[in-house]
């Protein structure tokens, strides 16, 4: 019992950091009209692609704590 318990607390932390990370990129994503990403990503703009990535891990690590 006490594993199905740590399975279902894995999982709702999970669901919480991902609907996190969407919401927060369409927030970044609605804050800078200016940039489109996936177009830039497309165009294989290594900028953008560290800048999200630097994004992304700053997020995970709120995130993290906050799930915690």
Known sequence: M???NYAFSIFIS???GLFGFI???KIFDWMTP???FADQLKADNK???IF????????GILLGSAVK
């Open 23 to 25: 919401i927060a990129f």
């Open 2 to 4: 006490d594993l199905l």
């Open 34 to 36: 200016a940039v489109h």
């Open 14 to 16: 999970l669901a919480i």
């Open 52 to 59: 999200l990535a630097g994004l992304f891990i700053g997020l």
């Open 47 to 49: 900028s953008v692609a």
